[in-house]
């Protein structure tokens, strides 16, 4: 039962970073102009990944503006939340794996 949480939690975080990889790709899209974001499907894609990712990337970019002086609008926000998702979680998933199943 268990097990089956921990292994439900790690699909999450994988789904959370590929869905955050398609936001960045989007962005980038939409700021070459090779997507257009007014086509009704294209917007509710976008509306539904933003609102997904930004609750977790506003509080990032707020101390990323602390800290960083003005880098031309380069945000850095989704590395920090993908090597966070990343380096941080799965750690913590893999070691409560191991302390349960020793």
Do not use: E
């Not at 994988?14 to 962005?27: D, H």
């Not at 700021?31 to 294209?42: D, E, M, S, T």
């Not at 990337?57 to 707020?62: K, N, W």
């Not at 880098?71 to 409560?96: C, E, K, N, T, W």
């Amino acid at each position: 039962m268990i097990y089956s949480i921990i292994q439900l939690i790690d699909v999450v975080i994988n789904l959370y970073i590929w869905t955050l990889l398609a936001f960045v790709i989007s962005s980038w899209l939409i700021a070459f102009n090779i997507i257009n974001p007014y086509q009704p499907l294209v917007r509710r894609i976008l509306m539904a990944l933003d609102s997904l990712h930004r609750p977790i990337l506003m509080p990032i970019q707020r101390i990323q503006y602390r800290i960083m002086p003005n880098m031309g609008g380069i945000d850095l926000s989704p590395i920090v939340a993908f090597l966070a998702a990343q380096y941080l979680v799965r750690p913590i998933l893999i070691h409560a794996a191991l302390a349960i199943f020793g």
